[in-house]
C-alpha cells in the first residue's frame, strides 16, 4: 500500500456513528419485508406452525442481517482489495465439492461446512462480481475497446461456470454467465462483442448438441430437469398451475391454499414457494410479492448509479443482475415458462446457506452505498 | 476527469438499460401471472375443486421375444380390464359392492385390491379385474354414474403363441410381488408384469420397458375430458432367440409321450436350436394366476412337467461320457489310439469284480473297437490308468460338471468328482470310484444341456458354449459367429480317433446303435448311446436274468444319445435323455435318427413356424 493511499484512507475514514446513518434503511425496510413475506409463506407451508420451517428461517434472517450490516461498515476499499482472494477461495471450494461434495438429486452441489451445507457456487458469483469489477475498476473506455484487455477477465468468469456445469447445475452455471455478461457491458464493453458473443453462442449450441453422444443428450435433458420421475417435473408444473389458478384475483385466503395444503404441490417450502403465496393470496398478492422483488432489483441498480467509483458501480450492478436472475428463473420455473429446476426464491424459499449468502451481498451492495463517494487512489491520476 | 465522466456517462445509459431490461421481464412475468390466475384461472380453479387431473403412468408394453426367423413367440395381445383410482372415488367399499353386482369379484379379489390401494399413491389405478369379455365391459360402462373412480382401459398381456411347445425355455411371466414393487415402482401399474422363469425371466431388465405418463382432466365423476401432458413411455427392447420355432415344434413330436429333454445346437456357433422339454405345461396360466387343482397336479407329477430338465435335470452320463474318458487317456499317454486291452467281460480290481454289460467280453479291442462297442472294460482300464482328476479335468473342458456362461436362468452345473471334492466331504476317493467313473456312473451328473455342449466340441473341437440369444433390440449378440470360439488346442489325430469310434457307432454294422443310422444318402450322422441304471442290480438278480423292462417305470433306467451330423461336415449336434426309457440303442437312438433327418432336411424358407394364433402388438 503507498503512502498516498493510507493518507487517502485516513482521511475519509467515517466515525462509526456517521457510517450507521449512512445505511440505507430504507432498503433493510425492504430486504425485511421480503423476508416477512418469506416467514408468512412458510408459517403456511407447515400447516400454519412456525415449526419446521418459519421459525428457523427466521433466525437465519436475523443472523443474515447481522452478516450484512457488519459487511455494510467495512470500508468498500478493503473489500476491492480482498476480491480476488475471495474469487480464488470460491474455485478452490468448486473444485473442492466436485471431488467431495454431497450429492443431492443427481448433482454435487454441496459442502459441510459448520454444520451447515453450503453451495459453494453462492459465494462464487459474489466472488465473480467483486473479482470482475477490480479487474474494470480503472479500465477507460478506450482500454474496454482492446480485445486482449477483456480476455483475462473472460477466463475467469468462463472458469467458474465451467466447474458450476461440471456438478452438474447447468440452471447456475447459466446465471452465474449471466451476471458476468451484465458486468461487462456496465464496464462498457462494445455491443457488437455481445452481439457476436450472442451469435456464437446461438450458431455452436445446435452443431455441439448434434455431436453430443445419446447419453450427454440425457445428461442435458436432467440438467434442465433434475428429477426424470414421469411423476416429477411434469406433475409438479402442472399442479403448480393449478395452484396458481385456482388463487385467482383475491387468493384462497391465508391458510386456505387448497392445492397446497391439500400436498398436490411438491417442494411447496422450498421451490414452490411463490405457487403457494399466489394461491393463498391471488394475483394482487402475487403482484405485490413481484413489485417488492422489482424494488429490492431496482433499489440496488440506483445504488450502483448513485455511486461515484467504477468498483462500487459494477459490484452493484452484479449483485442485483444476480439477485433478478435468481427471481425471474424461479418464478418463470414454477409458471412452467422454462424447464429448468432446483432455483429457489432468495430470502422467502426455506434455506439456510442460501438465506446468509444472498445476505452478505447485500451487505457488499450496502457498503457501496455507504462509501459511494470515497476515492480510490490512483483514480486522481487517471482521471 | 473528462474521461472519468465518459466512464460514468457509459455505466449510467447502460444500467438504465439492463435495469429496464429487468424491470420488463418481470413486467412479462406479471402479464403471465394474469393469464395464468385470471383468465385460465377459472378453468385451474375447477380442476382444482374437483380434485381432477389425474396422473396415470403408462404401463410400457413388454418387449417381444421372436424366434431366429422373427416369429413371434412371446407377444403381446390386448388385455380389456377395469380399474379403480381411489382419489376419484368417495367410498372404496361401496363402489366395490356396486361393482361386484356387476361383474363377479372374489373375496380374494377384494383383499387384494383394498391391499393395493392402501399401498399405491392415490392417483395410481389399482386392477380389479382383468381379461373381461364384452359383456362385463358393457355392463360397467353402463353403470359408469354408479361407479366413480373406476374405469376400463385396455392394456396388454403377455401370449405365448407356440404354448407349450417353448413353455420351458421362453419361461413365463406373473404378477409380481411386493419385493418387485419395491425394488422398481413401474410394477405397480396395472398389467404389468414379471418374468419368472426361462428367458422371461433371464432377460426381465431388456424386456419391461419404461413407464411414461400422463396427465389428464377429469371431471366429477372421473370421466376423462382431455389429456394435458402426455410422456411416452420406452417399450422394451424386442429379443432375437437362437430358437426355431418349428424345428422345436419337430423335436417335441419326436418326444411323443415320454418324459425326455432334447437339446439340439447348430454345432460351428452353439446357437441352440431347440430345447425341449416333455412333458410341459401351458405358461400362459401363470398370466392370471394359477388354480391350486392346477398347481397340486403339476407338483405331484412323477414326471415334473414344471422343470425344464434341459437345464436343470441332473443324470449320469453313462457311456456317453466316454468320448471324454478317452481323451483325458490320450492326453495322459495312458493309452494310444491303437493300444489294445483284452475284455474278458470283466475286471477284477480290489476285492470286486467290475462287469462289462456284454456278459461274454469282447475280447481284444483298441479305441476305435471300445467305442464302436462301448465296451466297459476297454475304458474301465482307460480310467484306473488315466486317474480321476485328469479325467475330471478333460471333462471339465468339454463342459461337463462346470459352469457353462450360458443366458438362461436355472441352469445347473452338474459334477464331475475330482479327489479334493470327495476329500472335501471327509472321505477318501477309491480306485473303484475311478474305474466306475470310466463309463459315466457312480459321482457323475450332468444335464442334457452340456452334453449337447460336449458334444458340439468333440465335433468341432473348439470351445462352443451354447446361448439362446441371437440380438436384442436389433443389436446382434457376440458368439453367433464359429470363429467367436477358440479351438480348444487338443491333437487333431486324438480327436479324429474319437470322432472315428462315434461314426462307427451308428453306422458300423457292429456297432451299438444301428437304429440310429440315418436313411439319407450320402449324409452320415457320428452318435454314442447311453444307458443309466437309476438303481443298482445286484449279482443275484443278475444271475436271474433281471430284466430293466420289466421293472416299474421309475426303476427303469435313463436312456441317452448323443449325435452330431453330417458326419465330415458337421452342422447340427443333439443330445438326448428319455427318463427310464431303458436302453439308449433301442428307445433313445432312434428319435435321435428322427430329429437329425428333420434337421438335415429343413428348408426354413419352406416351413415357417406356424402358431396357433398371431400375436398382436398393441
Not at chain 1, 449483485?319 to 418464478?331: E, G
Request: charged share 20%; proline share 4%.
Amino acid at each position: 500500500m503507498s503512502l498516498l493511499e493510507r493518507r487517502l484512507i485516513r482521511e475519509t475514514r467515517f466515525e462509526f456513528a456517521a457510517k450507521l446513518w449512512q445505511i440505507s434503511w430504507i432498503y433493510v425496510l425492504l430486504l425485511c419485508a421480503l423476508a416477512g413475506v418469506g416467514y408468512l409463506a412458510l408459517y403456511s407451508a407447515a400447516g400454519g406452525s412456525v415449526q419446521p420451517y418459519a421459525g428457523r428461517q427466521m433466525m437465519r434472517f436475523a443472523l443474515g442481517l447481522a452478516v450484512m450490516l457488519g459487511i455494510a461498515l467495512i470500508d468498500i476499499r478493503v473489500i476491492a482489495r480482498f476480491s480476488w482472494l475471495a474469487y480464488g477461495a470460491g474455485v478452490v471450494l468448486l473444485a473442492l465439492v466436485l471431488r467431495m461434495g454431497h450429492v443431492g438429486k443427481g448433482a454435487e452441489r454441496w459442502i459441510n461446512i459448520a454444520g451447515m451445507q453450503w453451495q459453494p457456487s453462492e459465494f462464487m458469483k459474489l466472488a465473480l462480481v467483486l473479482a470482475l469489477a477490480a479487474w474494470f475498476h480503472k479500465a477507460s473506455w478506450e482500454r474496454m475497446g482492446n480485445v486482449l484487455f477483456l480476455i483475462p477477465p473472460a477466463l475467469a468468469v468462463l472458469l467458474p461456470v465451467a466447474l458450476i456445469l461440471k456438478e452438474p447445475n447447468l440452471g447456475t452455471a447459466v446465471i452465474t454467465g449471466t451476471v458476468g455478461l451484465a458486468v461487462f457491458l456496465g464496464a462498457g464493453m462494445r455491443w457488437w462483442k455481445l452481439a457476436l458473443l450472442v451469435a456464437l453462442v446461438a450458431l455452436a449450441a445446435p452443431i455441439a448438441y448434434h455431436h453430443l453422444h445419446d447419453y450427454q443428450r440425457a445428461r442435458i435433458t436432467t440438467f434442465f430437469n433434475p428429477e426424470s420421475d414421469p411423476l416429477g417435473a411434469g406433475y409438479n408444473i402442472i399442479q403448480s398451475k393449478i395452484a396458481l389458478g385456482s388463487g385467482g384475483l383475491w387468493g384462497q385466503g391465508y391458510l386456505h391454499g387448497t392445492q397446497g395444503h391439500l400436498n398436490f404441490l411438491p417442494e411447496k417450502q422450498t421451490d414452490f414457494i411463490f405457487t403457494m403465496l399466489a394461491e393463498e393470496f391471488g394475483l394482487v398478492g402475487s403482484l405485490a410479492v413481484l413489485g417488492l422483488l422489482a424494488l429490492i432489483i431496482t433499489g440496488g441498480m440506483l445504488i450502483g448509479l448513485r455511486c461515484r467509483h467504477q468498483y462500487g458501480r459494477l459490484v452493484a450492478l452484479g449483485i442485483s443482475a444476480n439477485f433478478f436472475m435468481y427471481v425471474f428463473v424461479n418464478i418463470a420455473m414454477v409458471m412452467g415458462v422454462i424447464p429448468v429446476g432446483g432455483v429457489p426464491l432468495p430470502l422467502v424459499s426455506y434455506g439456510g446457506s442460501a438465506m446468509v449468502m444472498v445476505m452478505m451481498g447485500f451487505g457488499v451492495l450496502m457498503s457501496v452505498h455507504v462509501h459511494r463517494d470515497v476515492e480510490f487512489a490512483g483514480d486522481r491520476d487517471e482521471g | 476527469m473528462r474521461r472519468e465522466s465518459k466512464r460514468s456517462g457509459v455505466f449510467t445509459r447502460r444500467a438504465l438499460l439492463i435495469g429496464g431490461t429487468q424491470l420488463a421481464a418481470l413486467g412479462f412475468l406479471a402479464s403471465k401471472l394474469y393469464q395464468v390466475q385470471v383468465i385460465d384461472g377459472a378453468r385451474y380453479a375447477t380442476l382444482a375443486r374437483n380434485n381432477s387431473v389425474s396422473a396415470r403412468l403408462i404401463a410400457p408394453p413388454r418387449g417381444r421375444l421372436l424366434d431366429r426367423f422373427a416369429t413371434v413367440v412371446a407377444g403381446n395381445r390386448q388385455n380389456w380390464r377395469a380399474l379403480l383410482v381411489a382419489e376419484q372415488t368417495g367410498d372404496i367399499t361401496a363402489t366395490l359392492d356396486r361393482f361386484a353386482a356387476l361383474v363377479s369379484l372374489s373375496e380374494h379379489d377384494r383383499a387384494r385390491i383394498l391391499r393395493e390401494v392402501r399401498q399405491h399413491r392415490r392417483f395410481i389405478p389399482v386392477t380389479i379385474k382383468e381379461f373381461l369379455d364384452w359383456d362385463e365391459m358393457a355392463r360397467i360402462e353402463v353403470n359408469a354414474p354408479d361407479l366413480p373412480g373406476i374405469m376400463v382401459d385396455v392394456g396388454t398381456s403377455r401370449e405365448y403363441p407356440f404354448g407349450e411347445l417353448l413353455a420351458h425355455v421362453v419361461g413365463y411371466v406373473a404378477p409380481p410381488n411386493q419385493k418387485d414393487i419395491a425394488d422398481d415402482a413401474i410394477l405397480a401399474l396395472p398389467g404389468m408384469r414379471v418374468g419368472r422363469a426361462g428367458v422371461e425371466r433371464f432377460r426381465e431388465v431388456e424386456l419391461r420397458g419404461r413407464a411414461g405418463a400422463v396427465q389428464l382432466e377429469v371431471n366429477a365423476v372421473g370421466r376423462v375430458i382431455r389429456e394435458l401432458d402426455r410422456q411416452e413411455g420406452t417399450p422394451g427392447e424386442e429379443i432375437t432367440l437362437t430358437l426355431d420355432a418349428e424345428t422345436q415344434r419337430q423335436v417335441m413330436g419326436h418326444l411323443g409321450q415320454e418324459s425326455a429333454s432334447s437339446v439340439v445346437l447348430d454345432v460351428q456357433t452353439g446357437e441352440v436350436l431347440a430345447m425341449a422339454t416333455n412333458p410341459s405345461f401351458d405358461p400362459s396360466l401363470f398370466n392370471s394366476g394359477i388354480s391350486q387343482a392346477q398347481w397340486l397336479q403339476w407338483v405331484s407329477d412323477k414326471r415334473a412337467p414344471l422343470i425344464n430338465k434341459a437345464i436343470a435335470g441332473l443324470y449320469s452320463p453313462g457311456s456317453t461320457f466316454k468320448m471324454v474318458v478317452a481323451l483325458a487317456g490320450l492326453q495322459a499317454h495312458a493309452i494310444t489310439e491303437t493300444d489294445r486291452i483284452n475284455c474278458p467281460g470283466y475286471l477284477d480290481f480290489g476285492n470286486r469284480r467290475y462287469h462289462c454289460w456284454k456278459a461274454g467280453g469282447h475280447g481284444m479291442l483298441d479305441l476305435h473297437g471300445g467305442l464302436q462297442n462301448s465296451c466297459d472294460v476297454f475304458f474301465y482300464e482307460v480310467a484306473r490308468r488315466t486317474g480321476i482328476d485328469a479325467i475330471a479335468a478333460m471333462a471339465h473342458r468339454f463342459g461337463l460338471g462346470t459352469k457353462l456362461d450360458i443366458d438362461m436362468v436355472g441352469v445347473r452345473d452338474g459334477l464331475v468328482p475330482t479327489r479334493a471334492w470327495r476329500e472335501a466331504q471327509g472321505k477318501a476317493w477309491n480306485i473303484g470310484d475311478t474305474i466306475v467313473a470310466g463309463i459315466g456312473q457312480g459321482y457323475t451328473q450332468i444335464t442334457p444341456l452340456s452334453l449337447a455342449a460336449m458334444v458340439a466340441r468333440v465335433a468341432t473341437g473348439r470351445a462352443i458354449t451354447p446361448h439362446l440369444t441371437r440380438a436384442i433390440g436389433g443389436v446382434v449378440q457376440p458368439g453367433g459367429k464359429a470363429e467367436d470360439w477358440p479351438d480348444m488346442g487338443l491333437p487333431e489325430r486324438s480327436m479324429q480317433a474319437v470322432r472315428q469310434g462315434m461314426w462307427a457307432v451308428v453306422n458300423d454294422p457292429h456297432g451299438t446303435a444301428p437304429l440310429a443310422k440315418l436313411a439319407l444318402p450320402g449324409v452320415q450322422m457320428a452318435g454314442k448311446t447311453g444307458s443309466v441304471q437309476v438303481r443298482n442290480v445286484s449279482r443275484a438278480q443278475r444271475d436271474n436274468g433281471y430284466k430293466s423292462d420289466k421293472m416299474p417305470w421309475e426303476l427303469r433306467p435313463h436312456a441317452l444319445f448323443v449325435a452330431y451330423a453330417p458326419f465330415d461336415a458337421p452342422r447340427y449336434a443333439l443330445s438326448l435323455v428319455v427318463e427310464h426309457g431303458n436302453a439308449g440303442a433301442d428307445t433313445a437312438a432312434p428319435i435321435a435318427r428322427d430329429i437329425m433327418t428333420d434337421l438335415l432336411t429343413r428348408d426354413p424358407l419352406a416351413h415357417r413356424a406356424a402358431p396357433q394364433q398371431m400375436a398382436s402388438r398393441t
